[in-house]
């Protein structure tokens, strides 16, 4: 039975170096589907918090006939991992970075032997880049693509201490030099909308002149990267 595995998804999978999996907020389990098909795992765990997508995973497995080497877990972030399940990478993918910033502070104590975070955050991604830095894992590689309409980007990280600068936080360590296509075209939105709601707040009668120069700033430092 084939598997209808979005790019995104399959972009994350390429990334993956190590056997044994946890992949959290697992969209009907694809992912680790997918990846036993391609032999990429020999464990994996699909771990869903809502009841309807749990039973859309034990269902896609059982369908697929890996229920031995696929656990569907229904629980919040990382509660789903078990220290005996030795799990070596996890996948976080298509949620929004404060999100995915959570869930891995909430969590952190199961990530003492995770070697590998991949992370595929939809919005807000220097949220995530200073959670790595606060929980002493360092950025190896990054990428950043377009699907159906949104803009995902792809952080994978290993064990080990980083220091970021405000620029990196914002936009990454290894995209800007690549700057393709897909970083344009955001930072180009993203500019649009920060002269609009700089517009809007000084037209208030009230000024916010912290908020104006925080926003300032940013659009600086946007400015000078698409330069």
């Known amino acids: 039975m084939n598997i209808n595995i979005k790019n995104r998804l399959k972009k994350v999978a390429d990334f993956i170096e190590y056997s044994r999996l946890a992949d959290i907020g697992s969209d009907h389990a694809y992912l680790p589907i997918y990846l036993v098909k391609e032999n990429k795992t020999n464990f994996a765990l699909a771990g869903e918090v809502a009841e309807g997508p749990h039973k859309s995973s034990i269902k896609n497995v059982a369908e697929h006939g890996f229920n031995n080497f696929i656990e569907c877990r229904k629980g ?96 990454g360590i290894f995209l800007p030099q690549e700057k393709n296509k897909v970083f344009i075209k955001k930072y180009e939105q993203e500019l649009k909308k920060l002269d609009y709601i700089l517009n809007e707040l000084k037209k208030t009668t009230k000024l916010n002149k912290d908020k104006i120069a925080t926003l300032q700033s940013k659009k600086n430092m946007i400015k000078s990267i698409l330069k």
């Open 76 to 171: 919040s972030g990382l509660d789903v991992i078990k220290a005996d399940d030795n799990i070596e990478v996890i996948t976080i993918c298509g949620m929004g970075g404060k999100l995915i910033a959570d869930i891995l502070e909430e969590g952190k104590e199961k990530l003492l032997r995770v070697e590998q975070l991949i992370l595929q955050p939809n919005v807000a991604s220097n949220l995530v880049r200073e959670k790595l830095e606060n929980l002493n894992y360092y950025i190896v590689a990054e990428e950043i693509l377009e699907e159906d309409g949104h803009i995902y980007e792809i952080i994978v990280a290993k064990k080990g201490k980083m220091t970021l600068t405000a620029e990196e936080k914002l936009f």
